[in-house]
């Protein structure tokens, strides 16, 4: 089936440093992406969602200039976290959707990527 | 109000009874509707889907959706300590195209089973 992966899987960096995370759809197009931010014990919110070869939208509350997203082909998109603080450690996932057979769509997460800011 | 509710808990549950887990949203347009397992530390994972009014069944678990009265449910039977983790309910308002565009999350209802 469909494999979304992301790069990487954790990371550790000081507070003021920028941290970039990719998220790929290995065997599937996705014209569209979605990132998600999961605080410790609480649910997944929405933060943008990331169309190819154009703007990404933000949800109400995320700053766009803190919250770079690149959608620069139909298998990748990367979200540049910009001068990262202690509160934006958490825990960061994507999602893309595909047609699957019979004509159902099939959403696929990805592992998620956990960061932390010293 | 928020917009995705799941009944609190944690619940916990014997080895073997039935998990019962509800959510209520509050967007009538809502199309779509997911059910999905967490596990501490991991992404989500899509254990159901329903679009239609009724019961869906898929081995030990089974989607009830009402959308009169804006309840989804999930029964899980035989409940087994594998099945211990966070359940995530989600709803969405477009059914079609490639993608089901945003997907708005409850809270999520911790179940443990225990042995």
């Known amino acids: 089936g469909a494999v979304v992966s992301q790069h990487p899987s954790w990371v550790i960096c000081k507070s003021g440093t920028s941290v970039k995370i990719e998220c790929r759809s290995l065997d599937f197009q996705a014209t569209t992406m979605f990132w998600y931010r999961q605080f410790p014990k609480q649910s997944l919110m929405l933060m943008a969602t990331?169309?190819?070869?154009?703007?990404?939208?933000?949800e109400q509350g995320v700053e766009k200039d803190k919250f770079l997203i690149n959608h620069a082909s139909l298998t990748l998109s990367t979200l540049t976290v910009t001068s990262a603080h202690p509160e934006d450690s958490s825990f960061y996932i994507c999602?893309?959707?595909?047609?699957?057979?019979?004509?159902?769509?099939?959403?696929?997460f990805g592992p998620g990527t956990r960061l932390t800011v010293l | 109000q928020k917009e995705v509710e799941q009944n609190s808990g944690p619940l916990s549950v014997p080895e073997g009874a039935i998990a019962s887990l509800n959510c209520t949203y509050s967007d009538r347009g809502s199309q779509s509707f997911f059910w999905y397992r967490q596990y501490s530390g991991k992404s989500p994972e899509l254990i159901m889907f329903i679009y239609s009014n009724g019961d869906k069944e898929d081995g030990r678990f089974t989607a009830q959706l009402n959308k009169a009265s804006q309840y989804v449910s999930l029964l899980i039977r035989d409940s087994q300590p594998s099945d211990s983790a966070t359940y995530l309910c989600?709803?969405?308002?477009?059914?079609?195209?490639?993608?089901?565009?945003?997907?708005?999350f409850g809270q999520g209802t911790i179940l443990t089973v225990h042995p």
């Open positions: 999602r893309a959707d595909n047609r699957g057979y019979f004509g159902r769509n099939e959403q696929f």
């Open positions: 990331s169309n190819e070869g154009s703007k990404a939208t933000y």
């Open positions: 989600a709803v969405a308002g477009y059914a079609g195209g490639t993608s089901y565009g945003k997907l708005t």
